[in-house]
């Protein structure tokens, strides 16, 4: 799983940017290859996405950015295409706006978004998205989600769930009620 990459922009395409971190180059997929410049240092933060059929870097100039991202592939129907071209054409603060605000039309104004789409990503993330460190109020709900977290379950996997746990469990149990969560 990767954070972040430092490196220098080496190439620049209509949908991706090559990032030379110590002699290897990371094709890495983004919004909007554009407001990067040649030989410019940058610090990309990184979604890594692994299908059957592709392994994919997708690259984006903010973590809030790359958090939406994630939280929109989370939705049904929406995938990475879909989600970078939301990306590309608004700024994340409107996006997050519109969705909180249950704004359609602005959301359908995305190429690749029609109604029914819109609609799902209101219903999947309202009242999700401010919540950005997951509404962990205390140091317990840290650690469960630390140990989640290594165990390779995403932010968005765990947004559904940790606000189900039993606050009243010892750790060990809180971690053993999120897994068999996971499974439902």
Same mark, same amino acid.
């Given at each position: ?37 040649? %030989? ?9 996405? @692994? ?19 994630? *939280?929109?592939?989370? @939705?049904? %129907? ?14 994340? *603060?409107?996006?997050?706006? $519109?969705?909180?605000?249950?704004? @359609? ?24 998205? *401010? ?18 977290? $290594?165990? %390779?379950?995403? $932010? ?9 746990? *039993? ?18």
């Amino acid at each position: 799983m990767y954070a972040y990459i430092l490196g220098v922009i080496s190439e620049i395409q209509p949908t991706n940017v090559v990032l030379d971190n110590q002699g290897i180059g990371y094709l890495i997929v983004t919004p909007n290859p554009y407001i990067y410049k040649l %030989g410019e240092n940058v610090k990309m933060y990184i979604h890594h996405h @692994v299908r059957e059929d592709q392994d994919t870097l997708y690259g984006f100039d903010t973590k809030e950015s790359r958090n939406l991202f994630e *939280d929109l592939i989370s @939705v049904s %129907g929406i995938g990475p295409k879909s989600a970078l071209s939301i990306l590309a054409s608004g700024k994340p *603060d409107q996006i997050e706006y $519109a969705i909180e605000n249950q704004d @359609v039309k602005f959301l359908t104004k995305f190429p690749g978004i029609g109604p029914k789409s819109a609609q799902q990503i209101i219903l999947d993330l309202k009242g999700k998205l *401010d919540k950005k460190a997951m509404d962990v109020t205390s140091n317990q709900k840290d650690e469960v989600q630390e140990a989640l977290m $290594a165990l %390779g379950y995403s $932010a968005s996997e765990l947004r559904k769930i940790l606000s189900k746990l *039993d606050p009243a469990l010892p750790i060990e149990k809180r971690i053993k009620q999120a897994l068999q969560l996971m499974m439902k």
